[in-house]
């Protein structure tokens, strides 16, 4: 069984290759990204039932990991 996970990070090369390895090295399917606080608070809030993992940079460029974390 895959976990379902949900990726927050606003650099594309780091998620590319965040994504890749994951899926290399461990049972984790990647089924949605973003990278905004708003974004990922929303889509981590309104999909409640659809994830199993969420993975948070803290340093976003539109606010902040803990934010998202706090909103969940």
């Known amino acids: 069984?895959?976990?379902r996970?949900?990726?927050v990070e606003d650099n594309?090369?780091?998620?590319?290759?965040?994504?890749s390895t994951l899926e290399v090295l461990a049972p984790v399917k990647a089924i949605g990204?973003?990278?905004?606080?708003e974004e990922?608070?929303?889509w981590l809030n309104s999909h409640a039932e659809h994830w199993d993992l969420a993975i948070v940079d803290l340093?976003?460029?539109?606010g902040s990991g803990?934010?998202?974390?706090?909103?969940?």
């Open 40 to 42: 990922g608070a929303a």
């Open 5 to 7: 996970t949900f990726l």
């Open 59 to 62: 340093f976003l460029k539109k």
């Open 33 to 37: 990204i973003a990278d905004s606080e």
């Open 1 to 3: 069984m895959k976990i």
């Open 12 to 19: 594309h090369t780091i998620l590319e290759n965040l994504v």
């Open 66 to 72: 803990l934010g998202i974390l706090a909103a969940c």
